[in-house]
């Protein structure tokens, strides 16, 4: 190990060499700037073209729905318009109520079980949890409509529940859950191994340092990929509309018929009354409120925390 | 450095200094490491490291990168236990139990041999107060009047009592990078190790907070022993007692060359390659 570190001794640069590579790199720098406002331009006009369906969606919902919107339209149940009353379609409340009550179950039973397979997959290499790994990514992709199919033969009809809000939460959660266990995986992955390694080095066993070090600090990720999973389900009607029933009542109860926001998107849609397929934008407005006030919220609330922490 | 030494030898051998050097009388052992080798997928990272680590002394590991200084470090409380592939033999001898192989329970053997790590690394969810006294609340110990008396001695010794009393309750990470290190020996301190690993500790930390890091080991040592892994040579010289130099063989794996006082390893090593290393000829 003696074998000292021996410099060579840096030779002069050819003056001639040095020129060239002035040349060549001026006229390089030239070309690119060409390049880079061509880019500049392509990307605005990328922005515009997605920009615009969003814009006069939005310009749609908020101009068709706002004048829909009124207290009736959220504390009266539904009514059917008569040839005396052709504008009397009542209020919504019986599917804002089903949304959140379905929403509501659908989280209690999906949220414990996806971040436990979450935290299980991101601290463990066994095959088992590749293979679930592998499930809940098949099940992100799976077209939500087969959540409601499997929720109808098994809940409904298998286990004889009948149409309930239990059943649609069922189907609800079995779509929220892979989002939940996928974001939790990255989450925990994400917390630095030296804090693991701190908590193993203070005899703490490793179950301690998964709930008292890894899940503290993997909380945020956990909850905006929670809120997200709910945001998404709040939106979901395939999965509801073979199984929840259409109750025309405020109900809270699991075990009856409920009624929900995108299930009467689409059924008001098919009406023949025009006071009732109006009544559609006022919903889908609320249904969007809905889901933006959910997902700003976890955004702020992330953002929040971050701050805190740095 | 010199004097340190001289003083240490003097305390021990209570007698007075002559020219005439006489061996050092070894003092009790508190571990003991016999043909230690660590090995990844059957890969050797670190063998033939064998030596003893003297009770309330610092001992420094010391060598280029890739002489296995951390891999062993890590060895000595079980941290390879959780890296698949990874395989630790020899024996390692903490008070008469081989801690692979006798009745100590990982979790025991952590408790008593803490560790500090590179980069400080406070639990950022938690307070200073929870940090310091993380290591208590995973052992099971729950009691208010405890803890306290806990986080304010081992903050002291750690010597950040006077800049955080006030703001204990604040989150951790608020700290700078060398309050953070010194937080993270107070939590180590405060389950009352015999031993503390620390695996380049003042490697991210600038000369001022690294300079309180060294005044810290020293005033420690009569509470624990130090094992410290370190780049810095000057480090090694400043800090520790005994010195075990390490470097990586013709098939890439570290060895143990020379382990000695500090003042033999640098003034008067027995290997050519020892003194060197320590000479900054490679490295």
């Known amino acids: ?310 | 450095m010199e004097e340190t030494e001289t003083e240490t030898m003097t305390e021990i051998q209570a007698v007075p200094t002559t020219q005439v050097v006489t061996p050092r009388v070894r003092g009790p052992i508190e571990m003991q490491l016999k043909n230690v080798a660590v090995s990844f997928h059957g890969r050797t990272a670190v063998r033939d490291c064998t030596f003893d680590v003297e009770k309330n002394r610092v001992t420094s590991l010391i060598g280029p990168s890739g002489s296995g200084k951390t891999t062993l470090l890590r060895a000595l409380n079980r941290l390879h236990d959780l890296t698949p592939g990874a395989k630790v033999s020899g024996q390692i001898i903490l008070e008469g139990t081989d801690i692979y192989r006798g009745n100590l329970t990982v979790t025991e053997l952590r408790t008593r041999v803490g560790m500090v790590f590179q980069r400080p690394n406070p639990f950022p969810t938690m307070s200073i107060y929870d940090n310091a006294v993380s290591g208590l609340r995973f052992n099971g110990i729950k009691k208010k009047s405890l803890l306290d008396e806990a986080a304010e001695s081992s903050l002291r010794s750690a010597a950040l009592w006077d800049s955080v009393s006030s703001r204990l309750k604040v989150a951790a990470s608020n700290l700078s990078g060398g309050e953070q290190q010194r937080l993270c020996i107070a939590r180590a301190l405060a389950l009352e190790p015999e031993v503390l690993l620390m695996d380049e500790p003042t490697s991210a930390l600038d000369p001022v907070a690294t300079l309180r890091i060294e005044e810290l080991m020293t005033s420690l040592k009569s509470r624990v022993t130090v094992v410290i892994v370190t780049h810095n040579m000057q480090q090694a010289a400043r800090i520790s007692d005994d010195c075990a130099f390490l470097l990586m063989g013709e098939d890439r794996a570290g060895e143990l060359i020379e382990f000695d006082t500090t003042e033999k390893i640098f003034n008067n090593p027995v290997d050519s390659r020892t003194l060197d290393y320590t000479l900054g000829r490679f490295g």
Not at chain 1, 136 to 160: E, K, R
Not at chain 1, 189 to 208: D, I, Q, T, Y
Request: charged share 15%.
């Open chain 1, 1 to 310: 190990m003696t074998d000292l570190i021996e410099l060579e001794e840096p030779t002069e640069p050819s003056t001639s060499s040095r020129e060239e590579i002035r040349r060549i790199s001026d006229n390089a720098r030239a070309r690119r700037v060409v390049t880079s406002r061509i880019m500049v331009a392509l990307c605005g006009v990328a922005l515009l073209i997605a920009a615009v369906p969003l814009v006069a969606l939005l310009y749609q919902l908020i101009d068709k729905g706002a004048g829909q919107l009124n207290l009736d339209f959220f504390t009266k149940l539904p009514q059917t318009p008569t040839l005396i009353a052709p504008n009397a379609t009542g209020g919504i409340s019986n599917a804002i109520v089903g949304t959140i009550a379905l929403t509501l179950y659908a989280s209690i039973l999906a949220i414990p079980v996806g971040v436990l397979v979450g935290v299980y997959l991101a601290e463990t290499n066994s095959k088992f949890a590749t293979t679930l790994r592998v499930i809940a990514q098949t099940m992100a992709g799976a077209p939500s409509i087969l959540m409601g199919l499997f929720a109808f033969s098994f809940i409904v009809h298998d286990l004889n529940v009948g149409f309930t809000a239990i059943a649609g939460s069922f189907a609800l959660a079995v779509l929220m859950l892979p989002v939940i266990i996928i974001s939790t995986e990255i989450a925990v992955r994400n917390v630095p191994n030296s804090l693991r390694e701190a908590g193993l080095a203070l005899g703490a066993k490793p179950h301690m340092v998964s709930t008292k070090v890894v899940l503290p600090s993997a909380v945020t990720g956990i909850v905006t990929g929670v809120i997200l999973a709910i945001s998404r389900a709040v939106g979901e009607t395939a999965p509801v509309l073979l199984v929840i029933g259409g109750g025309f009542t405020n109900s809270w109860q699991p075990f009856n018929p409920v009624s929900a926001m995108p299930l009467a998107i689409f059924e008001n849609a098919k009406s023949e009354w025009p006071s009732q397929r109006a009544q559609v934008w006022g919903i889908a407005l609320v249904l969007v409120a809905f889901v933006f006030v959910l997902s700003l919220t976890a955004r702020i609330w992330a953002s929040r925390k971050q701050q805190v922490r740095n």
